[in-house]
């Protein structure tokens, strides 16, 4: 196989391979490291190739997960089908949006400075650091979205989303730069934002029925253009417009204030407008 190989943004990649004399069939399999089974299979016939000086190539229908990935390839004719190739690695990273339950997989999420991020048998989850903030993302900046996600956090610090941010960091391990939406098992939550350092409140600590205490909670933020939608456990608990920051990296932040517990996140889904 020439490709696909290394890391793919796109979640339909183009199978390309050197052709083989008298081959009829080509036969694809493309195995995932992290569920470890064979996801995709396909035969195809040599007319249904695009093939170029001895390069073929074809984009399958199917999309993949984000994850990490194997592909083989075996040539076959009337005389009979080879052996399979050596396995080329790659991985997807989706540009056009994510989709996590986090059993196991959390390819492509990228931690920040501050607490170790762990992929579990059923959640993704961070105990953070003792007075820093911990953050982790997809490096993948995104405008207009619908990001949902399923958290838990118990004890009394602030946990939850941040949006069309940017990774640099303050001394506490803060980004310096992005959109916040977080939440506190007293019942209450807040949105802000942060450009440069420079932070401007768009809603204090407000109190909400929707929080469910020391339990897991639907979080929701919306964007279109300047417009924001902020939701929990499918209520609407703020909407407002602000046009600072128009894209960046989505991801989840939590402080650690010395006696912090784990935060969890079971499922993560972002639909790209």
């Known amino acids: 196989m020439i490709s696909p190989a290394g890391n793919q943004s796109n979640n339909q990649p183009t199978f390309k391979w050197n ?15 992290t569920r470890k089974t064979v996801v995709y299979t396909t035969s195809l016939k040599t007319s ?4 170029t000086n001895g390069v073929c190539s074809f984009t399958p229908g199917n999309k993949l997960d984000n994850d990490n990935y194997n592909i083989t390839i075996a040539a076959a004719n009337s005389a009979g089908t080879s052996s399979y190739s050596s396995p080329s690695d790659f991985s997807v990273c989706s540009t056009s ?29 961070s105990s953070g650091k003792a007075k820093y903030w911990s953050t982790t993302r997809i490096p993948i900046s995104y ?19 941040v949006f069309r941010g940017s990774p640099s960091t ?13 939440y506190k098992n007293n019942g209450t939550f807040r949105v802000y934002k942060r450009v440069n350092g420079t932070v401007k409140v768009l809603v204090g600590w407000k109190t909400s029925t929707a929080i469910k205490k020391n339990n897991w909670n639907d979080l929701k933020v919306v964007t279109s253009g300047s417009s924001i939608y902020c939701y929990i456990n499918n209520v609407l608990v703020w909407k407002g417009t602000d046009s600072s920051l128009k894209s960046g990296q989505e991801g989840f932040t939590f402080y650690h204030g ?10 993560a889904v972002l639909t790209k407008k």
């Open 19 to 33: 052709a083989k004399e008298n081959a009829n069939t080509y036969l694809f399999k493309v195995y995932s490291y």
């Open 48 to 51: 249904d190739a695009t093939c």
């Open 97 to 125: 949006g994510f989709s996590y339950q986090f059993s196991s997989n959390a390819v492509c999420w990228s931690p920040t400075s501050g607490g170790k991020w762990v992929s579990g048998a059923t959640n993704y989850y």
């Open 143 to 161: 405008a207009d979205f619908t990001f949902t996600a399923r958290v838990k956090r118990n004890g009394s610090y602030e946990s939850g989303l």
């Open 170 to 182: 303050d001394s506490t391990n803060k980004w310096k730069s992005g959109y916040f939406f977080t």
């Open 258 to 267: 010395g006696t912090g517990l784990a935060y969890y996140i079971d499922s």
